[in-house]
């Protein structure tokens, strides 16, 4: 458990160790390997095909997809490591000191598209940056259900908390409303999913939450929270902690769901729900932007996208049915880790 | 023919009539009625569902759906007429005279997603601003079509072509380039389809080309375009011949392929090709980025969007294929207008 200092500016937290870009590399390479293991595992009839590419610029990846499996209609898992001269400006907007300086980040990201309406999909991302002198981790894992079962979201966000309870107990509730804060269509006034964790910009500066007051979360929040001094190696075992807790967070939720029946009114749905998806990672998500404007690799970009989509002008789901129950009860926050202590 | 003059900064042509939002706003909501009508003869099954909605801040419009048609998959055709306190920052960026002025604007705007692969998705749009002591007409029509027929290319460019010469020479060549500009995905370096014409500013100054350099053909064009001076009368003349040019246009192009006996593979990759134009709606298109951003009514703006989609990881067509000739020749900027001459 880290310590609450007085003076979270301490320099000398500000030290990563000499093999820092290795050892971050190797987390998030082999979380890629640990996670791809397990789904085809659980998948029983698709196996991942890879991709390795290199970016000219400096770097490169290795993307790997699933498709037409036992549960996965679609998904990607994709690893990749670049440096350059410079970030790019929507980095620095937020990180000013590293302006001007050499950059590597390295990360590990993923989306899953299942086909049976009832598993919901599952979005997760680990990254570690460095800048000159600054660093910083980020990262989390979201779940996106199409159909209501607070079972479910309970279990995701509890092994969610577990994995962040190990290293600080501010961690959970900080990142958990920051994610309900990032994952939100201000078009729709619709949260994408039921949220998970997400955090940015984590170094030795020790403050928790920057994110910004899309939906009026943010503000209210922020002042909660306090600064917290840790060093590289609380946030490395952190973010090891918060990787290694997708697969115990979300195998057991295909489990019990995979094996349901369903028919055409649920398949039809989940691909109305889908187009919010595509709404959400074209108009708004940061990673998906940054990357289509700043020539990276589209194929592996865009693998987030689902397969297949649909869009209805004006749909409204019937009164009282468990599409609206989605929409009016999970797609807005909820305390799912504490509801399960009920 | 309007003429060119000396001074195209002439005082006396910067006075709209006393009327002009009264006009400008009957030739857009006439063009949706003219437009609906023809579309709901030629489906021959679907009618237009009409919506009438009022905007908090000022104005309001009148959305129409057809779907589920005998050749409509989808459509809208879109009126509105909206007023406000003041521009926003993305439009006020191209027209720093209209900063701090109330603003007045009207417009039609339209897609069409067939059924028939062999039928090209349509989009047009055409609309009116006034600020302060500054006012513009901007708009455009451009086709996406799923399979290579150079006949309806050239038709489609032709016509077009036929409305704007009646008005000036430069016209024609100017907003096809725009156009072609314009409707850009860079990061597929991809056009999203074969054009048409595109503008937007046009007012008494006499700069017909205003556009950005996202693919490279800006610059190169930019140089060779001159001024050319016109009144407000001469503008709405040239948009309601624009605007009366679409359904000649695109109606004997639904004739010549609506009947064509399609299949599966057909129809999969006209819901790929689907992707596309989401992904430039989403990413890149101003009208809907911005009317994401400032609390447009939702389901008006993206009714653009295809009912179904589809999304495919590393998707290339087979060499020599009909589907390859889209990619490597119809989404390249071709001079379709005067092909047909050959």
Redesign the interface.
């Known amino acids: 458990m880290t310590n609450l200092l007085t003076n979270p500016q301490d320099v000398n937290t500000n030290i990563p160790p000499s093999n820092s870009r290795e050892r971050a590399k190797e987390l998030v390479k082999t979380l890629q390997d640990k996670i791809c293991q397990g789904l085809e595992e659980i998948d029983g009839k698709a196996k991942f095909q890879e ?1 390795n590419w290199e970016r000219e610029e400096g770097g490169g990846g290795r993307t790997r ?1 699933i ?1 037409n499996g036992g549960v996965f209609e ?1 998904g ?1 898992v994709n690893f990749s490591e670049v440096w350059g001269d410079t970030l790019p400006p929507s980095i620095l907007v937020q990180r000013p000191d590293a302006v001007n300086q050499g950059f590597y980040a390295t990360g590990t990201s993923m989306v899953l598209h299942p086909k049976n309406p009832y598993v919901p999909t599952v979005h997760l991302n680990y990254r570690y940056f460095e800048a000159g002198s600054v660093w910083w981790f980020a990262g989390g894992a979201d779940l996106t259900p199409y159909y209501p079962f607070a079972e479910d979201a309970i279990h995701f966000h509890k092994t969610l908390k577990q994995a962040c309870d190990k290293h600080h107990p501010e961690y959970y509730p900080t990142f958990k409303h920051w994610c309900d804060e990032y994952f939100y269509l ?3 006034q619709e949260a994408r999913g039921i949220g998970g964790i997400f955090f940015d910009y984590q170094d030795n500066r020790g403050q928790l939450y920057a994110g910004s007051d899309h939906n009026g979360l943010a503000n209210q929040y922020s002042q909660k929270v306090g600064t917290v001094s840790r060093t590289w190696e609380d946030l490395f075992a952190f973010a090891q902690s918060c990787g290694d807790a997708f697969l115990p967070s979300y195998l057991p939720i295909i489990e019990r769901r995979n094996g349901m029946e369903y028919g055409e009114k649920e398949r039809n749905f989940q ?1 109305y729900r889908r ?1 919010r998806y ?2 959400f990672n ?2 708004y998500d940061r990673g998906t ?1 940054f990357g ?2 700043t020539n ?1 690799r ?2 592996s ?3 987030s ?10 749909y409204s789901p019937e009164v009282g049915s468990r599409e609206a129950e989605l929409t009016e009860v999970f797609l807005k926050p909820q305390d799912w880790a504490n509801l399960g202590n009920n």
């Not at 996208?305 to 004006?314: A, D, K, N, S, T």
């Open positions: 991709d997809v498709s679609q990607g201000k078009h729709r691909l187009g595509v709404e074209l108009v932007i289509l404007q990276g589209t194929e970009i865009l693998m996208l689902p397969p297949e989509v649909r869009w209805q002008y004006c």
